[in-house]
T-cell receptor, first 114, second 114 residues
Framework: EAGVAQSPRYKIIEKRQSVAFWCNPI?????LYWYQQILGQGPKLLIQ????????DSQLPKDRFSAERLKGVDSTLKIQPAKLEDSAVYLC????????????FGPGTRLTVT | AQTVTQSQPEMSVQEAETVTLSCTYD???????LFWYKQPPSRQMILVIR??????QNATENRFSVNFQKAAKSFSLKISDSQLGDAAMYFC???????????FGKGTRLSVIA
């Protein structure tokens, strides 16, 4: 079974530029999560999708971050414009059903904003 | 809101010895799940062990076991016969029952000394 795929693995941009990350969850997984992990901290939820609908985006900085999950499969997370404090690892995770024990994580995208 | 606290930023253990990582959490819920995740330098989050709050018996997975003290809201991880491959960041995480995301602690960096 293929795992959660993310791309790119690394991205370096200048502040005020835009960037997009892509995530392809495990086939059949209905729930998809984007987490932000700042260096030295644990991951923090940005947004949660159930199929193609948003369940929780209360911690997403909506003035600059946006995310979509068209057709309930893969998802993109965008930052526009980026700030220095957006430097972090962005992790995507998926789970089979909403109340599933386990979330399967992708390898993450390390973003550096200079 | 639920919080997870890991009070040990760094720990070290000799190869083949036993080490215990601490975690406390705060919640007013009675039905929830607790997890320990391992994050090696590759950044891939790997589930080590999980505990359902309604279960009194402590979870065990091979060399990994937990000490779950529900009244004290404590959830420690014991690694027996430590191996070099156990070196990583370890995150304690909490999740309410239902369609909810994980809440992570700040992590403990474990070093294994040969």
């Amino acid at each position: 079974e293929a795992g959660v795929a993310q791309s790119p693995r690394y991205k370096i941009i200048e502040k005020r530029q835009s960037v997009a990350f892509w995530c392809n969850p495990i086939s059949g997984h209905a729930t998809l999560y984007w987490y932000q992990q700042i260096l030295g901290q644990g991951p923090k939820l940005l947004i949660q999708f159930q199929n193609n609908g948003v369940v929780d985006d209360s911690q997403l900085p909506k003035d600059r971050f946006s995310a979509e999950r068209l057709k309930g499969v893969d998802s993109t997370l965008k930052i526009q414009p980026a700030k220095l404090e957006d430097s972090a690892v962005y992790l995507c995770a998926s789970s089979l059903v909403p109340d599933s024990y386990e979330q399967y994580f992708g390898p993450g995208t390390r973003l550096t904003v200079t | 809101a639920q919080t997870v606290t890991q009070s040990q930023p760094e720990m070290s253990v000799q190869e083949a010895e036993t080490v215990t990582l601490s975690c406390t959490y705060d919640t007013s819920e009675s039905d929830y799940y607790l997890f320990w995740y391992k994050q090696p330098p590759s950044r891939q989050m790997i589930l080590v062990i999980r505990q359902e709050a309604y279960k009194q018996q402590n979870a065990t997975e091979n060399r990994f076991s937990v000490n779950f003290q529900k009244a004290a809201k404590s959830f420690s991880l014991k690694i027996s016969d430590s191996q070099l491959g156990d070196a990583a960041m370890y995150f304690c995480a909490y999740r309410n029952s239902g369609n909810t995301p994980l809440v992570f602690g700040k992590g403990t960096r474990l070093s294994v000394i040969a």
